[in-house]
């Protein structure tokens, strides 16, 4: 079976590509590239002996939005398969959350964020729709209060800007019209 090439769209290439009994197969039991990616990441256990940082964190969000939420990704009938959904959700709240929210810096400044704005906000959409109970446990809620206040802080900080500005540009029309 050919590991680089893909089939056509007919039995005849299905079975040059992936061999003779590759007609037998169900098509439930075929895995999409990111379910033989997950697996293989669960099986080298590469989630135990490589320490997380900023970037880790970042793209197993961004596998867990592209298997979970999107499901166009996750299989060809677009149903995610149980076994990888499972083991996303055991990383993400045994090894994610409790990395995040042991990392967040009280700063304004996104460089020292463990993850971003963008991320934060499609994985606390995810939680709401799909995993409130997740949602709802303390860690999260800390991580969702930071986030919340740094939009809010960013709001206070951009209204103050253009109060500012409006008093600078009234200063300037009194010292035409003098």
């Not at 499972?86 to 400044?109: S, V």
């Not at 949602?135 to 930071?146: G, K, P, T």
């Amino acid at each position: 079976m050919s590991e680089t090439r893909r089939p056509l769209d007919c039995l005849a290439s299905e079975m040059n590509v992936g061999g003779p009994d590759a007609l037998r197969r169900r098509a439930g039991q075929e895995l999409t590239p990111l379910d033989r990616h997950t697996r293989r990441v669960m099986e080298r256990r590469e989630e135990a002996w490589r320490p997380l940082n900023k970037h880790r964190v970042a793209a197993f969000i961004r596998m867990l939005v592209l298997y979970v939420v999107e499901t166009e990704n996750s299989h060809p009938r677009g149903v995610p398969h149980p076994g990888i959904v499972k083991i996303l959700h055991k990383a993400l709240i045994t090894r994610i959350i409790p990395f995040i929210c042991r990392r967040i810096t009280a700063t304004m400044d996104e460089r020292f964020w463990i993850i971003s704005l963008e991320d934060f906000n499609e994985l606390d959409y995810y939680l709401i729709n799909h995993l409130p109970r997740v949602h709802a446990v303390d860690r999260w809620q800390e991580i969702a209060f930071f986030f919340k206040e740094v939009v809010r802080q960013r709001e206070e900080y951009k209204r103050m800007e253009r109060e500012r500005r409006e008093r600078m540009r009234g200063q300037v029309r009194r010292v035409l019209f003098l």
